[in-house]
Antibody
Framework: QIQLVQSGPELKKPGETVKISCKAS????????MHWVKQAPGKGLKWMGW????????TYADDFKGRFAFSLETSASTAYLQINNLKNEDTATYFC???????????WGAGTTVTVSS | DIQMNQSPSSLSASLGDTITITCHAS??????LSWYQQKPGNIPKLLIY???NLHTGVPSRFSGSGSGTGFTLTISSLQPEDIATYYC?????????FGAGTKLELK
């Protein structure tokens, strides 16, 4: 069946780097773009941006420009989110979501919880 | 950025009730509005896309309506498994934005 499998929880210190994976299965990876969504503890959903899985071109929301990077390993049907120079406010669950080709998300990963603490 | 104003922020209802959640966009988003359900500790799940289209497998007691700037999500005959937080999301333009959520609780 169609699913997105994300990597496990991460505990990091401020200033470190984390790379989260999102492996797609059950469909042709390059047929659908991938989005990333942040959910801080007890808070709502915030769109981070998306990556074109055909071209690899990323687009970032303003709040996620600079320290955040989306990438692909197309041969492995996997999308990645890397966060550099981690800050306490990066503590959150990060979801990948498949774009159903009309800017909404029909399949979601289980989420990866990143905790940043000294 | 398009702001999505969702109301109410919380709602208490009884089993069997019909409830309505509204979402108002700060500018015209045509029908590019989706609704998601998120149960505690769980992932968001797509309910409605393009304002009024029911996603595969979603019970027919869920319905969506609206266009332009005003949208509603209606749940008819509330069931225990409907207790969750509901979010609207616009897909008209970048950045994609979500409403702040409506937490639905049992009375």
């Amino acid at each position: 069946q169609i699913q997105l499998v994300q990597s496990g929880p991460e505990l990091k210190k401020p200033g470190e780097t984390v790379k989260i994976s999102c492996k797609a299965s059950g469909y042709t990876f390059t047929d659908y773009s991938m989005h990333w969504v942040k959910q801080a503890p007890g808070k709502g959903l915030k769109w981070m941006g998306w990556i074109n899985t055909e071209t690899g071109e990323p687009t970032y929301a303003d709040d996620f420009k600079g320290r955040f990077a989306f990438s692909l390993e197309t041969s492995a049907s996997t999308a990645y989110l890397q966060i550099n120079n981690l800050k306490n406010e990066d503590t959150a669950t990060y979801f990948c979501g498949r774009d159903a080709n009309y800017w909404y998300f029909d399949v979601w990963g289980a989420g990866t919880t990143v905790t940043v603490s000294s | 950025d398009i702001q999505m104003n969702q109301s109410p922020s919380s709602l208490s209802a009884s089993l069997g009730d019909t409830i309505t959640i509204t979402c108002h966009a700060s500018q015209n988003i045509n029908v590019w509005l989706s609704w998601y359900q998120q149960k505690p500790g769980n992932i968001p799940k797509l309910l409605i896309y393009k304002a009024s289209n029911l996603h595969t497998g979603v019970p027919s007691r869920f319905s969506g309506s609206g266009s332009g700037t005003g949208f509603t999500l209606t749940i008819s005959s509330l069931q225990p498994e409907d207790i969750a937080t509901y979010y609207c999301q616009q897909g008209q333009s970048y950045p994609l934005t979500f409403g702040a959520g409506t937490k639905l609780e049992l009375k």
